[in-house]
């Protein structure tokens, strides 16, 4: 398995850089560690670039903290539309602060 080659690919597919993924598809390679949708990655690595819990972060976003702990923990899945707001938000967070003041 070429792990750069997949690496790059899930990565220009997302349209960012990945952290840890590389790792993960080692772990996987080797039947180790934890399985991460690329919905996951993006969720965490979101809210943690913005520095908020998942109580903040789904308030911001208008969603139930048990809905964004399900997407994080992989129990259900974002819509289409949640994703696109994440990417939207994880390219421009200053966006995050507008939402918050037009709720």
Same mark, same amino acid.
């Given at each position: 398995?070429?792990?750069?080659?997949?690496?790059? *690919?899930?990565?220009a597919?997302?349209?960012?850089?990945?952290?840890?993924? +590389?790792?993960?598809?080692?772990?996987m390679q080797?039947?180790?560690?934890?399985v991460?949708?690329?919905?996951? $990655?993006?969720?965490?690595?979101?809210?943690?670039?913005?520095?908020?819990?998942?109580?903040?972060?789904?308030?911001?976003?208008?969603?139930? *903290?048990?809905? /964004?702990?399900?997407?994080?923990?992989? +129990?259900?899945?974002?819509?289409?539309?949640? $994703?696109?707001?994440?990417?939207?938000?994880?390219?421009?967070?200053? /966006?995050l602060s507008? /939402?918050?003041?037009?709720?």
């Open positions: 398995m070429d792990i750069e080659k997949i690496a790059q *690919a899930i990565e597919d997302a349209g960012m850089p990945l952290d840890d993924l +590389r790792q993960g598809l080692v772990e080797n039947g180790i560690g934890l991460h949708t690329p919905e996951q $990655i993006l969720i965490r690595q979101v809210r943690t670039k913005l520095k908020l819990s998942q109580q903040r972060f789904s308030n911001a976003i208008n969603t139930p *903290a048990a809905t /964004l702990r399900d997407w994080e923990q992989g +129990r259900s899945k974002p819509s289409g539309a949640a $994703i696109c707001l994440l990417k939207i938000i994880d390219k421009y967070p200053n /966006l507008e /939402l918050e003041i037009a709720q």
